[in-house]
Each structure stands twice: as structure tokens, then as C-alpha cells.
């Protein structure tokens, strides 16, 4: 019988997994190799091996509403596109809530996970870590939840770019970066058009002489602000817009292309991919465009070759006097602690069930969870996820057999190739609905529609034509919260609210505006008479 899990890493991930524990009656325990919560969210002054690091400016590109945990809404004076301090400020606020902290094992870095010798009976698996101190410790436990994410071994991939070791400048993987200090006056050339590239090469343009993108690819940019000033992602996110999609897959690409190429041509900025929209994450930045419009931000294609310190491009141009480069090249991911057959790769992903349990385990007490990535916020993804396995590690969920799991993976990641653009760097994607709810269907808790219709049709119509929000898997089954309905019903206004910085005020209409309205209308009442009585087909007897 599971009772003692090991948690392993204290970001966003970690937590909910912690949480999903304690919620099912299990006993956890978390180890942190930093000395703090947050993983990727807490910004660190400078880099620290093996962890995942942000750059100063950044802000988090879902709303608070999407990035939320499942029965956790934001506080609603939080900005609905959070800078990472505040990323961070919620979730301190999680942990507080949930009294999750004393769970939690800071500075101590696990060094393997490997099976006990009855595992095939037990399911159990030692754990060795390492603290601060250099003292290392293995311990026993009943279940293993792998959070470490995949944001911390920087891909430079040198080799691919002829003549870089006669680059007379600095050159350095985005992960290193953390602010545009230094950059003055500098000609600065970023590799790579990812949500990093992007930020960086902004960053950077308002303060150095010039900047210099380079794609390989293109991509497509999207904006934080959607319709009418509102979050973009709350905007098209619904079961409805979901449903129109699986219908008018075609037609509702070439609606976004061409939505996007309104806002700025991205094949005249350079920009333009070869994929779909949908093929690949986009990039999401608002002042990209005004960048490159103003010249501070040059798009180029592919680097062919350094030489000292110009650059040559695929195209035939070159840009001489380089000073710095970025290589916004993304990660590797690796899991060194765990057994290389745990490792294996199904085409670019980990072989494993769903993304969560490799197939060849005799019991199933060992899940990944936050090695996901979809068009969406991650926090449900991974919180879905937590909450499916501990289910699982109690026996109140089961795997099917381990022929059906291999099948169904080879399955999905045929038809994930065929659909997205997957990488090494972009190992895979997921639906993000379709997958939480294929997830919270093994739960027990994905929202059931039409019930809800027939109970609660204000409840329901906001589910099915709101956004998906993370709160809709509370409503029902193992795991549901009290205040999931009117986090639902509310959402909407925690979206106003950060808004509410200055009150516009409404002018009044003068009291001989009104009577000028008044008299307007009594004079078109009194032409429809007469054109009534006289002309029987005048423009306004037409509608008879």
C-alpha cells in the first residue's frame, strides 16, 4: 500500500503534486535542491547550475485566470499577465494556503531513484540525496513523482556554427541572461525566435546600437492583449471555439493567419513560418513588432558561418562589428537520477503512458509530471496530472495493460508528429483541453455538460462558451471543491479588476439633449404615420 511519496522539485509542479498527495491522504516528501520555492518563477541574481533561470523583465504570458491552480483563484488586484515576482507572490500564497512548506526538504539534491530489490512485489524505490553539507542520505519510499521540469540543461550547440572559435566577441546561452545592463551601444546578434529570443532581442534593442534576430524558421507572434483590450488567451479558449475547430480545422487556421497578418504582416517583418499556426507554440510579445518597425530590431535567416567578428548568413548577407551573442537555442532535458530504462524515447518524447508513467514498470509508482507543453498554461497541466497519479499510486485508478500503453504510445506520437512540429527541442505537444479532460476522465472529475444544463444552465452556458479555466475539473468527482462554481461565475471580474485604476467618468446628457432625442423621435414617429397612411409602400411600411 502506497503511503510515503517522494516529491522531487519545489517549482510550480512540485507543489501541486505535494498538494495532490495530501489531498488523497498520502504523506510526501519534497526535495528542493535550492533553497527556496518557485523553480523556474524565482529569479535568481545569478545563475545557479542545474536550475531553471529568468531574466529580469519577464512576464508570464498566460492570464492568471488560465495559470491558476484548479481551487486556487488569484487574488484579483494580481495584473491578469503577472511579472514573475508575482508568479512567485501566488504562489507563496499556494503553499501558504495548503500548509505545504513543511514538506518540504531545502537544499538537498537527489542523486538517484532506483527500484528496491522487491520492488516487483513492494513498488518501492530508494531514494539517495545529498544536502547542503555533502552528507548523503538514501531513503525508502512507497511512490516517486519526478518535478524537476525541463528549463535547466542549456542546448549550445556550437558545433553547428562554423568559425564561432574565431568569434572575437561574447557569446552565451540565453540562460545566462538576466538583464539588458552591459549591452550599451553594443551590436548584439540573438539566435533563435522562441518566447526567449523574442524577449531577449526586445530587451536588449532599447539600449544597445543594434539588434540583430536570426531565424531559422519564422514564427508566428501573438500578443497578450486580445479583443477589445482582454486577455488574448480568455478569448477563442472555449469547449465551443474547441468544438468549431475539431470541425473547420482548415478554416479556422487560415481565420487566425489571417487575423494575425492584420495585425503585421509577418511575411513582410520576416517573420512568416513554413508550419500552421497550431503546428508549433507561437511567440507571444507585444513589442516585437514596434521594434522591428522602428529599426531597433533587424530579422535575418540562419547563420552560416562566424568570422571574427562579422557574421554571414545563408543569404548571402553579413553584418560585421558583432559585440554579443545569444543563443536562444532552448534545453536539453534529462532525468540523470533516474535508471537509463526509464529514459527511453518514443520518436522525440519520453516513453511514457499519457506523458506521465512509463509502460514497463511492474507497478505503476513512478510518475513524471510537468514535462508537458501545449498551448496553454502549464500549472493545469502538471496539477491534472499530479492528481490522475496518486489516484493511481492508491489503486482507486488503474493502467491498462503494459501492451495497450506501448501501443497507445506509439500511437499518440505518430499522430503528434503528424500535427505538430516536434523537435529535440520541442520534444512534444499536446491538445490542451482534450488532454486535461482525457486526464480528469481517469479522475472522474471532467465536467459533464449536459448535467450541468439540466441543473445549473448559468453554470453550464459559462463552461461551455467561457473560457476553459482551470476550475471547471472542481465541479464534480474526487477532488471537488466547494467554490469551484463561483470561481467560474467571478472569473470575469478578478479580469476587470486590476483594470480598475482610474474610474472614467460617464458624461450626462443635458437636459436639451434629451429634449432634442424627444423631439427627434416624436418627429420620426409622426413621419411613419403619415408615410403609413398615405404612401402604403414607403421605406417604412416595407416590414408588413
Not at 464534480?476 to 479588476?497: F, K, M
Request: charged share 20%; proline share 7%.
Amino acid at each position: 500500500m502506497v503511503q510515503k511519496v517522494a516529491v522531487l522539485g519545489a517549482g510550480p509542479s512540485g507543489l501541486t503534486s505535494i498538494k495532490a498527495c495530501l489531498d488523497e491522504g498520502l504523506e510526501p516528501t519534497c526535495f528542493e535542491s535550492s533553497h527556496d520555492i518557485g523553480g523556474l518563477w524565482r529569479f535568481k541574481e545569478k545563475p545557479e547550475p542545474g536550475q531553471a533561470n529568468i531574466y529580469q523583465s519577464v512576464v508570464i504570458n498566460s492570464s492568471k485566470e488560465m495559470m491558476s491552480f484548479s481551487d486556487f483563484p488569484p487574488p484579483a488586484e494580481l495584473p491578469n499577465n503577472m511579472h514573475h515576482s508575482e508568479v512567485l507572490l501566488y504562489l507563496r500564497l499556494y503553499v501558504q494556503e495548503f500548509k505545504l512548506l513543511q514538506h518540504i526538504r531545502f537544499q538537498t539534491t537527489v542523486l538517484s531513484v532506483k527500484q528496491t530489490p522487491d520492488f516487483a512485489a513492494t513498488g518501492r524505490w530508494e531514494v539517495e540525496t545529498k544536502s547542503r553539507d555533502g552528507e548523503r542520505e538514501t531513503c525508502v519510499f512507497d511512490a516517486v513523482m519526478v518535478c524537476t521540469g525541463h528549463f535547466t540543461q542549456p542546448h549550445l550547440p556550437l558545433r553547428d556554427f562554423t568559425g564561432i572559435e574565431s568569434f572575437e566577441g561574447r557569446y552565451f546561452h540565453s540562460w545566462e541572461y538576466r538583464s539588458a545592463e552591459g549591452m550599451q551601444g553594443k551590436r548584439v546578434l540573438v539566435i533563435g525566435i522562441g518566447n526567449s529570443g523574442g524577449d531577449i532581442a526586445v530587451d536588449i534593442s532599447r539600449v544597445a546600437e543594434k539588434v540583430y534576430l536570426s531565424t531559422r524558421s519564422g514564427a508566428w507572434v501573438v500578443s497578450r492583449v486580445g479583443q477589445e483590450g482582454f486577455p488574448a488567451d480568455l478569448v477563442g479558449t472555449s469547449r465551443m471555439h474547441l468544438m468549431i475547430g475539431k470541425l473547420f480545422p482548415s478554416w479556422i487556421n487560415s481565420m487566425l493567419e489571417k487575423k494575425l497578418n492584420e495585425w503585421f504582416d509577418h511575411k513582410l517583418y520576416g517573420l512568416k513560418p513554413k508550419h500552421g499556426f497550431f503546428a508549433q507554440i507561437p511567440v507571444v510579445n507585444d513589442d516585437l513588432p514596434a521594434r522591428i518597425i522602428a529599426g531597433r530590431v533587424q530579422v535575418k535567416s540562419n547563420v552560416k558561418e562566424f568570422s571574427g567578428s562579422s557574421v554571414v548568413f545563408i543569404d548571402g548577407s553579413v553584418i560585421n562589428n558583432v559585440d554579443v551573442v545569444v543563443f536562444a537555442t532552448g534545453y536539453n532535458y534529462s532525468f540523470p537520477f533516474l535508471p537509463s530504462a526509464l529514459q527511453a524515447k518514443c520518436g522525440y518524447r519520453l516513453r511514457l503512458y499519457k506523458h506521465v508513467f512509463p509502460p514497463g514498470l511492474t507497478q505503476p509508482t513512478l510518475a513524471v509530471v510537468g514535462f508537458i507543453h501545449a498551448l496553454g498554461a502549464i500549472n493545469a497541466l502538471a496539477e491534472m496530472q499530479a492528481r490522475w497519479a496518486t489516484r493511481v499510486f492508491k489503486g482507486l485508478s488503474t493502467l491498462p495493460s503494459e501492451e495497450t500503453m506501448v501501443k497507445e504510445i506509439q500511437q499518440d506520437t505518430t499522430t503528434m508528429h503528424q500535427r505538430f512540429a516536434c523537435s529535440e527541442r520541442n520534444p512534444l505537444q499536446v491538445e490542451n483541453i482534450p488532454y486535461l479532460d482525457s486526464l480528469a476522465e481517469q479522475v472522474g472529475a471532467r465536467p459533464n455538460i449536459p448535467w450541468l444544463m439540466m441543473k445549473d444552465p448559468r453554470l453550464a452556458m459559462q463552461v461551455f462558451l467561457g473560457p476553459c479555466t482551470p476550475y471547471q475539473y472542481r465541479l464534480t468527482g474526487p477532488g471537488r471543491w466547494a467554490g469551484a462554481r463561483q470561481a467560474i461565475l467571478t472569473q470575469w471580474e478578478r479580469v476587470l479588476q486590476p483594470f480598475r485604476t482610474r474610474v472614467v467618468p460617464q458624461p450626462e446628457p443635458k437636459p436639451s439633449s434629451r429634449l432634442s432625442i424627444a423631439m427627434i423621435f416624436s418627429g420620426v414617429t409622426m413621419l411613419c404615420c403619415f408615410c403609413y397612411k398615405k404612401q402604403p409602400l414607403c421605406l417604412f411600411s416595407s416590414a408588413q
